[in-house]
């Protein structure tokens, strides 16, 4: 074995050691929120990180357990298809998944609970309500709608106080008992790439802080968008 040979199999060793290193410290499933799919269906929609250095799908085949019981997760939910969003940042390179599930009842409680991949931990176990049965009406349905939610950033601050985002989310946590759904009316997260609003902030890292942060209330009611004025659809390559 010559010493360049010797040197390419070093690297690729050390390479794979730090990468199953820094892999076995991968958090859990971020940014879960609920959305209706349909007559008696579910979607269940998360995201999660690659190892940093690859840019292969860290969970292939992405699946939920639910059932009736937090202690009988019997049904199983499984999806092939997932999208990767920024491949040219090696370091976070993000993936979305989502998985339906299908069949509920109407008016049912329902626990879930993302399985764990190779590299990335299982979710905590969430409950929802299924919806009801469409033209049932024997119980309102309570809605809870807002718009032009977001990190403020700096600009936000010197002009509405500091935290504003989070005072919002905490008004919306104290009313999520008596809320079936929440329609976001557009202007997401302020994720526009405004360098005076998001003040150093990518578009990628004010979308991660505000859906995570937004995960307190649609990982367990359903979340619903709408585009509104100052909207932007992204076209990014990843």
Not at 25 to 44: H, M, S, T
Request: contains cysteine.
């Amino acid at each position: 074995m010559n010493m360049y040979t010797f040197l390419l199999f070093l690297l690729f060793a050390i390479a794979k050691a730090v990468d199953g290193y820094i892999c076995l410290e991968r958090r859990v499933p971020d940014q879960i929120r609920l959305a209706f799919a349909g007559n008696n269906a579910v979607n269940v929609g998360w995201h999660s990180y690659a190892c940093p250095f690859r840019i292969d799908n860290p969970n292939p085949t992405p699946t939920v357990f639910y059932g009736l019981s937090r202690t009988t997760l019997k049904f199983t939910s499984v999806n092939r298809q997932s999208k990767a969003y920024n491949r040219r940042n090696i370091i976070k390179t993000s993936w979305f998944y989502s998985v339906e599930l299908r069949n509920l009842k109407p008016s049912t409680i329902y626990y879930y609970k993302i399985a764990a991949s190779q590299y990335v931990s299982a979710s905590n176990i969430y409950s929802f309500k299924s919806p009801p049965t469409l033209g049932d009406r024997r119980r309102a349905i309570n809605i809870a709608a807002y718009g032009d939610l977001g990190v403020d950033g700096l600009l936000g601050t010197v002009t509405n106080g500091a935290g504003l985002f989070e005072r919002a989310l905490r008004a919306l946590q104290r009313i999520l008992p008596k809320v079936d759904f929440f329609l976001h009316h557009g202007d997401i997260c302020y994720a526009d790439n405004t360098p005076l609003l998001l003040f150093g902030k990518t578009y990628e890292e004010a979308m991660d802080y505000c859906q995570t942060a937004m995960m307190k209330i649609t990982s367990t009611r359903f979340y619903m968008t709408a585009v509104l004025t100052y909207s932007k659809i992204t076209n990014k390559p990843s």
